[in-house]
């Protein structure tokens, strides 16, 4: 059984930073590609950054220069370090095996501006 669980959100002024992680339990992770997604209030889920099995990144264009995914094998975790925060990253934040369905149960990442 895969399972993904988030941690790491919360509220923060704006300008701040946060840095989320995702344990993945299973035997898969160093086989697979990770990402990162977030869902605005009321808008659609949308990618926000992704690591391949080998460790290549790839950022949206407003995850550039302040967002950094990052993975330990060793620990099955998937980290999400966020700086410069804006009100606009408010969301609720996933985890993801890249072309997979399995999906953690996101964790709340609020911007005060």
């Known amino acids: 059984q895969v399972q993904l669980v988030e941690s790491g959100g919360g509220l923060v002024q704006a300008g701040g930073s946060l840095r989320l992680s995702c344990a993945a339990s299973?035997?898969?992770?160093?086989?697979?590609?990770l990402d990162w997604y977030r869902q605005p209030p009321g808008k659609q889920r949308e990618l926000v950054a992704s690591i391949s099995s080998g460790g290549t990144t790839y950022y949206v264009n407003a995850a550039k220069g302040r967002f950094t995914i990052s993975r330990d094998n060793a620990k099955n975790t998937v980290f999400l370090q966020m700086n410069s925060l804006k009100a606009e990253d408010t969301a609720v934040y996933y985890c993801?095996?890249?072309?997979?369905?399995?999906w953690g149960q996101g964790t709340q990442v609020t911007v005060s501006s």
């Open positions: 299973g035997n898969i992770f160093s086989a697979y590609g």
């Open positions: 993801h095996f890249t072309g997979s369905n399995f």
